[in-house]
Protein backbone atom coordinates (compact mmCIF):
# COMPACT_ATOMS: atom_id res chain seq x y z
CA UNK A 1 0.00 0.00 0.00
CA UNK A 2 1.81 2.87 -1.28
CA UNK A 3 1.18 5.96 0.93
CA UNK A 4 0.32 9.49 -0.52
CA UNK A 5 3.29 11.77 0.86
CA UNK A 6 1.52 15.00 -0.65
CA UNK A 7 -1.84 14.09 1.77
CA UNK A 8 0.15 13.30 4.97
CA UNK A 9 2.07 16.99 4.47
CA UNK A 10 0.28 19.74 5.95
CA UNK A 11 -0.14 21.86 3.15
CA UNK A 12 -3.59 24.30 4.94
CA UNK A 13 -3.84 27.29 7.32
CA UNK A 14 -6.54 29.04 8.87
CA UNK A 15 -6.13 32.91 8.56
CA UNK A 16 -8.45 35.86 9.54
CA UNK A 17 -9.30 38.91 8.12
CA UNK A 18 -9.22 42.24 10.08
CA UNK A 19 -10.87 45.59 9.68
CA UNK A 20 -8.46 48.70 9.42
CA UNK A 21 -10.63 51.00 9.95
CA UNK A 22 -11.41 49.13 14.07
CA UNK A 23 -7.77 49.18 15.62
CA UNK A 24 -8.05 47.73 19.37
CA UNK A 25 -7.50 44.83 21.10
CA UNK A 26 -9.69 41.77 20.73
CA UNK A 27 -9.14 39.42 22.76
CA UNK A 28 -10.90 35.33 22.25
CA UNK A 29 -9.49 32.58 24.28
CA UNK A 30 -5.71 32.68 23.44
CA UNK A 31 -6.11 34.73 20.98
CA UNK A 32 -5.17 38.59 20.48
CA UNK A 33 -5.99 40.97 17.77
CA UNK A 34 -4.93 44.14 16.91
CA UNK A 35 -8.22 44.99 15.01
CA UNK A 36 -11.80 43.58 15.13
CA UNK A 37 -11.60 40.00 13.19
CA UNK A 38 -14.42 39.69 9.98
CA UNK A 39 -13.68 36.42 8.53
CA UNK A 40 -12.49 33.44 9.34
CA UNK A 41 -10.95 30.24 6.74
CA UNK A 42 -9.36 27.67 5.74
CA UNK A 43 -7.28 27.79 3.22
CA UNK A 44 -3.45 26.43 1.19
CA UNK A 45 -1.57 28.40 -1.41
CA UNK A 46 -2.83 32.27 -1.85
CA UNK A 47 -6.56 31.60 -1.11
CA UNK A 48 -6.36 34.04 1.82
CA UNK A 49 -5.59 36.57 -0.59
CA UNK A 50 -8.67 35.84 -3.55
CA UNK A 51 -10.95 37.96 -0.88
CA UNK A 52 -14.45 36.24 -0.79
CA UNK A 53 -17.34 37.27 -3.79
CA UNK A 54 -20.05 34.84 -3.18
CA UNK A 55 -20.65 36.32 0.75
CA UNK A 56 -23.04 39.06 0.54
CA UNK A 57 -21.57 40.34 3.90
CA UNK A 58 -18.44 40.30 3.44
CA UNK A 59 -18.68 41.54 0.17
CA UNK A 60 -20.28 44.36 1.79
CA UNK A 61 -17.32 44.68 4.24
CA UNK A 62 -14.70 44.17 2.04
CA UNK A 63 -16.26 47.37 -0.13
CA UNK A 64 -16.33 49.54 3.13
CA UNK A 65 -12.56 49.09 3.58
CA UNK A 66 -11.58 48.82 -0.16
CA UNK A 67 -11.20 45.52 -0.41
CA UNK A 68 -7.98 45.45 1.59
CA UNK A 69 -8.68 43.57 5.15
CA UNK A 70 -5.29 42.94 7.05
CA UNK A 71 -4.55 39.29 6.64
CA UNK A 72 -3.50 37.39 9.11
CA UNK A 73 -2.45 33.90 8.93
CA UNK A 74 -3.14 31.70 12.16
CA UNK A 75 -1.05 29.07 11.91
CA UNK A 76 0.47 26.82 8.63
CA UNK A 77 1.26 22.96 7.58
CA UNK A 78 -2.00 21.79 8.87
CA UNK A 79 -4.01 18.95 7.34
CA UNK A 80 -6.91 19.45 6.28
CA UNK A 81 -8.66 17.89 9.34
CA UNK A 82 -6.98 19.95 11.89
CA UNK A 83 -7.63 23.24 9.64
CA UNK A 84 -11.37 22.64 9.50
CA UNK A 85 -11.20 22.00 13.36
CA UNK A 86 -9.69 25.37 13.77
CA UNK A 87 -11.25 27.18 11.67
CA UNK A 88 -15.19 25.71 13.30
CA UNK A 89 -13.30 26.76 16.53
CA UNK A 90 -12.55 30.34 15.83
CA UNK A 91 -15.78 30.95 14.38
CA UNK A 92 -17.23 30.01 17.32
CA UNK A 93 -15.30 31.77 19.53
CA UNK A 94 -15.30 34.93 17.81
CA UNK A 95 -19.03 34.46 16.83
CA UNK A 96 -21.13 34.75 13.36
CA UNK A 97 -22.33 38.74 12.54
CA UNK A 98 -25.63 37.29 11.02
CA UNK A 99 -26.37 35.32 14.25
CA UNK A 100 -25.99 38.61 16.51
CA UNK A 101 -22.79 36.27 18.22
CA UNK A 102 -19.85 38.52 17.18
CA UNK A 103 -18.00 40.18 14.20
CA UNK A 104 -17.47 37.38 11.42
CA UNK A 105 -19.17 37.44 8.00
CA UNK A 106 -18.85 34.21 7.87
CA UNK A 107 -22.74 32.28 6.69
CA UNK A 108 -22.08 29.17 8.23
CA UNK A 109 -20.23 27.36 10.77
CA UNK A 110 -17.46 26.29 8.92
CA UNK A 111 -15.63 22.87 8.45
CA UNK A 112 -17.19 22.52 4.89
CA UNK A 113 -15.91 23.03 1.61
CA UNK A 114 -14.53 20.69 -1.22
CA UNK A 115 -10.42 21.23 -1.65
CA UNK A 116 -9.12 19.91 -4.46
CA UNK A 117 -13.09 19.16 -6.21
CA UNK A 118 -12.49 19.08 -10.27
CA UNK A 119 -16.02 19.41 -11.91
CA UNK A 120 -16.73 17.52 -15.00
CA UNK A 121 -16.49 18.92 -18.28
CA UNK A 122 -20.60 17.90 -18.37
CA UNK A 123 -21.15 19.48 -15.53
CA UNK A 124 -19.03 23.32 -16.30
CA UNK A 125 -21.21 23.28 -19.43
CA UNK A 126 -24.45 23.10 -17.62
CA UNK A 127 -22.85 25.96 -15.53
CA UNK A 128 -22.24 27.73 -18.91
CA UNK A 129 -25.65 27.57 -19.72
CA UNK A 130 -27.34 28.78 -16.58
CA UNK A 131 -25.24 31.56 -16.24
CA UNK A 132 -25.79 32.42 -19.75
CA UNK A 133 -29.57 31.86 -19.68
CA UNK A 134 -29.55 34.33 -16.17
CA UNK A 135 -27.90 37.13 -18.37
Given at each position: ?30 YIFDFEPIYVGKGKRKRAYYFERKN ?80
Amino acid sequence: MEINRKRMRGEYYVYVYLDPRKPGVYVYGDYIFDFEPIYVGKGKRKRAYYFERKNPLLKNKLVKINNKPIVQILTHQLLEPKAFALEQYLIALIGRKDQNKGSLCNLTNGGEGSSGHICSEERKQKLRERKQSKE
